[in-house]
Nanobody, 125 residues
């Protein structure tokens, strides 16, 4: 299983970014996926998840601003981020877990077995 994130960078407050996660080495469509972020000294925070049926879950902190999508044909996971704030600055990670992950567990890091290396997002003026 390999997950490779891309799309991070420097963006001004109020701006947008689209993160991508390229997946390989597994039957992608049978996996539930999620995006997390982490800042130094803080626990990893679940942001958005999409299960193997396509149902999504969002953290309150990003609901209405971030959109997760899963392309089973291209084996990619995306996170469209709008209205970015200073507090969105973090390292962003995608994660994968085989099979169904219920909504009540979808934003828990412990629920996912596979992780990418992360992509840095910095929101700064």
């Amino acid at each position: 299983v390999q997950l490779v994130e891309s799309g991070g960078g420097l963006v001004q407050p109020g701006g947008s970014l689209r993160l991508s996660c390229a997946a390989s080495g597994f039957a992608y469509r049978t996996y539930s996926m999620a995006w997390f972020r982490q800042t130094p000294g803080q626990e990893r925070e679940g942001l958005a998840a999409i299960d193997n049926y396509g149902d999504t879950t969002y953290a309150d902190s990003v609901k209405g601003r971030f959109t997760i999508s899963k392309d089973n044909a291209e084996n990619t996971l995306s996170l469209k981020m709008n209205s970015l704030k200073f507090d969105d600055t973090a390292m962003y990670y995608c994660a994968a877990e085989h099979g169904f992950v219920s909504a009540d567990q979808a934003l828990r890091p412990s629920r996912y077995a596979y992780w990418g290396q992360g992509t840095q997002v910095t929101v700064s003026s």
